[in-house]
């Protein structure tokens, strides 16, 4: 595609739903990020994979929050039993590095987001 | 901890004028990225550097490595130009981005 794709844009939960938000990077982009932006607040990082593998899953604020990219292309983010302090914008990026494996400082697109209220 | 502080918070001017924002960041930091947010928009990848200055169109930015600064400037600002510019700093081997506070820049015409 012409660029990373997010969905759904705009999700609505009941607190203690479980949720699925899906990301579709850039295709050939091998680095995938995943971070999240509070109301009013710069994003922070959640979750790093390079093709299938999960290299950095430091910023997942809990065991609620689960990221997969089984295939090294499509990533889904999956919070489990929601609450009310996981709305936020939830971002998709991706880039692409010089060399697979090997790393490079290169730009990363952003997705639209996905806007997440729970209730 | 914050890696990455970046001013002003806000920022208001008039049409045409010259437009700075400053950041910071700290060790371990080995690229610096400007980043715009329209409201309820996404995010849009202006500048990556590491070293130098870069410029497109009437966005300039520079990076001063041996003192961790860098700024983005706009020159003949415009309404179309307000929006949230964020400074971000590549960590790491992966490069995962350490996100400044974001300074809401508002043009009047």
């Known amino acids: 595609g012409a660029g990373v794709s997010q969905s759904p844009r705009y999700k609505v939960a009941k607190r203690g739903q479980d949720v699925a938000l899906r990301c579709d990077p850039i295709?050939?982009?091998?680095?995938l990020f995943w971070y999240q932006q509070a109301l009013g607040q710069g994003p922070e990082f959640l979750t790093y994979?390079?093709?299938?593998?999960?290299?950095?899953k430091s910023g997942l604020p809990s065991d609620r929050f689960f990221a997969e990219r089984p295939e090294g292309s499509v990533s889904t983010l999956k919070i489990q039993r929601t609450q009310q302090e996981d709305s936020a914008v939830y971002l998709c990026?991706?880039?692409?590095?010089?060399?697979?494996?090997?790393?490079?400082?290169?730009?990363?697109?952003f997705g639209p987001g996905t806007r997440l209220l729970v209730l | 901890k914050n890696e990455v502080e970046q001013s002003p918070q806000n920022l208001t001017a008039q049409e045409g004028e010259f437009i700075t924002i400053n950041c910071s960041y700290s060790?371990?930091?080995?690229?610096l990225h400007w980043l715009q947010q329209h409201p309820g928009g996404g995010i849009v990848s202006l500048f990556m550097?590491?070293?130098g200055k870069k410029k497109h169109g009437r966005l300039i930015a520079t990076i001063n490595i041996q003192e961790k600064h860098s700024s983005l400037h706009i020159t003949a600002s415009h309404p179309r130009d307000s929006a949230v510019y964020i400074c971000?700093?590549?960590?790491?081997?992966?490069?995962?981005?350490?996100f400044g506070q974001g300074t809401r820049l508002t043009i009047n015409p």
């Open positions: 990026a991706s880039s692409f590095p010089g060399l697979a494996g090997v790393f490079t400082r290169e730009t990363q697109y």
């Open positions: 295709s050939g982009h091998v680095s």
């Open positions: 994979f390079q093709n299938e593998a999960q290299l950095d």
């Open positions: 060790v371990g930091i080995s690229a």
């Open positions: 550097l590491s070293s």
């Open positions: 971000a700093g590549g960590l790491g081997g992966a490069q995962k981005l350490v």
